[in-house]
């Protein structure tokens, strides 16, 4: 049964594309649609308050109410911000979750009749262990995936309601529209804890992984560097080797050609210190060219 104290009528709707804002939160939005912006104008004139519910597809451009989701959060608009492009840009704080209850589309802008959603409360050992665990949790996602900062950690710690602790978290994450609605749709704060817990978990393990395989890439790149590194040495080496085979070669030649060219005693003697020289030289060295030049001359 509805209790009439907890129905919102004739709220302004403001459809929200791919995104959902959770209770609590405070986030800027723009929006550019002429009925979106009609919306904002009426609840300016009044008590600043509008429905935000995500659109099914976030392509839809006039969404009707089987468009939508049935949960969003009845918010409050901080700011507005009339933009040069005609775009508004909104500062809203998120309020109370809300189902929509009956919905009219056929005017200047969207409005709905909506009934706020209460959790129920949780016993005071309950909720110490409930908002404990969540933050054992999120400080291991906080430290796995690195995608957060650790002051972000400690204004999240400092929530000590668990049902604020795990929408403020939520909000946080880099989460599907889907998964994010379903944490929104989920009243019991039980139930929402552990829809929490499965998405970080989920999340941490594809971080892990992710890790894994890029230590076994590195790994491979490492050892595939330091093959190449030894193949390029043992290249060098053989060269060096095949280059002193060749200079042995030509000073087994030209100390044939010394014995046997028939020289006088002088010249012999001449070409013989020179040889010497030549085989304490470099093989690419230019004193080496000279003196080789001059014995083959």
């Known amino acids: ?25 405070v986030q ?17 004139a009044g008590d600043k308050q509008v429905f935000l519910v995500s659109k099914r597809d976030p392509d839809t451009e006039q969404p009707k109410e089987n468009d939508l989701f049935e949960v969003g959060t009845v918010s409050t608009l901080l700011q507005v911000l009339k933009l040069p492009d005609g775009t508004i840009k909104v500062l809203v704080e998120g309020g109370s ?16 009749t909506v009934e706020l959603i209460e959790a129920p409360e949780l016993a005071e050992l309950e909720r110490e262990a409930t908002a404990g665990s969540l933050m054992a949790e999120f400080d291991r996602y906080v430290k796995v995936t690195k995608q957060l900062t650790q002051d ?11 049902g604020r602790l795990i ?29 929490l817990f499965a998405l970080l978990d989920s999340e941490i393990d594809v971080q892990q992984l992710e890790k894994s395989i890029r230590g ?19 290249k060098a080496i053989q060269k060096e080797l095949s280059n002193d085979e060749t200079t042995l070669d030509e000073l087994d030649e030209l100390r044939k050609r010394i014995e ?37 001359w």
């Open 1 to 25: 049964m509805t209790d009439e104290s907890n129905l919102l009528e004739d709220i302004g709707v403001v459809p929200l594309r791919d995104m959902v804002v959770f209770p609590h939160g």
């Open 97 to 112: 979750r809300a189902v929509i209850k009956t919905f009219n589309d056929g005017g200047e802008f969207l409005v709905a």
């Open 216 to 234: 076994r890439v590195k790994t491979q790149m490492e050892k595939s560097q330091r093959e190449y590194y030894l193949n390029e040495q043992m």
């Open 152 to 162: 972000v950690l400690a204004s999240v710690g400092s929530i000590d309601d668990p």
């Open 167 to 195: 929408d403020t978290i939520a909000s946080q994450l880099e989460l599907s529209l889907e998964d994010k609605q379903s944490i929104l749709e989920a009243v019991d704060i039980q139930i929402r804890r552990e829809k």
């Open 260 to 296: 046997e060219v028939g020289m006088s005693k002088d010249a012999k003697l001449k070409a013989t210190s020179e040889l010497s020289k030549l085989q304490l030289m470099a093989p690419m060295s230019a004193e080496a060219t000279v003196s080789r030049s001059y014995l083959d």
């Open 28 to 44: 800027p939005l723009f929006v550019g649609t002429p009925r979106s912006i009609a919306a904002l104008e009426y609840a300016m």
